[in-house]
């Protein structure tokens, strides 16, 4: 049984999170409908990682085995045909060697937070960046973003419904740059807690509107506390951007 290495984009704004649900709209959903439709087969595919209701995916990854090997193309196309009313794409389509696994052979998943720094709401991105009005510092605030850097206890910025077994995590990258009237923060780990980079990214804009320090958020970080944490971003502007895998692990 062969198994396709997919890459997706989606807009979140239409699905209640990624994860099927029975009567709610999903991103999995979508693409195990298409699948149906495109070969007969009912499948419950694998992926890198589950986002939430309202998060983007300009490279989520996930996994399909199937009972019949195609032309990568033809799975590429027949997918994309079927998923023309939904708003997912497959942008790539590729045979997985060995036992390659979405989730677990990833070794980095890579996310994207846009703000959008100017006192005119968005028009034409709107639901697809978070509007923050008060001028942001991006530059104390990728400061203050070192500090989340490295091997830590994230229990401060772990949402109370997290159900990963421990809140050690390494947080690879941590890096905030501004691109013109967006302020970009970029977040690297081979895994994050649930709402994680959400909670990161609120406590920083704290930072950058000038109400918190570097110092506040070593402090909230060592804290080991949910209440010590800034206000939570919304989920519109979060972008899962890519995951990384072993030269291995790759696909043909």
Known sequence: MPRYRLTIEYDGRPYKGFQAQDGLPSVQGAVERAVKAFCGQDLRLQAAGRTDTGV?????????DLEKAWPV???????????????????DAAVAEGDWHARF???????????????????????????????????AMHHAAQVLVGHHDFTTFRDLQCQAKSPMKTLDLARVSRVGEEVHLEF??????????????????????????????KAALEARDRT???????AEGLYLTGVAYAAANSAK
């Open 228 to 234: 010590a944490c800034g206000p939570v971003a919304p």
């Open 73 to 91: 193309e033809t799975v590429r196309n027949a997918l994309n045909a079927h998923l023309i009313e939904e708003a997912v794409v497959v942008l």
């Open 188 to 217: 690297a780990s081979r895994s994050f807690l649930h709402r994680q980079v959400r909670s990161m990214t609120g406590t920083l804009a704290e930072v950058g509107i000038g109400r918190w320090s570097a110092a506040d958020v």
């Open 105 to 139: 052979s990833a070794t980095e998943r890579r996310y994207l937070y846009r703000i959008l720094n100017r006192w005119a709401p968005p028009g034409l991105d709107r639901g697809r960046v978070w509007h923050v009005k008060k001028p942001l510092d991006a530059e």
């Open 56 to 64: 983007h995916a300009t490279g989520q990854v996930i996994h399909l």
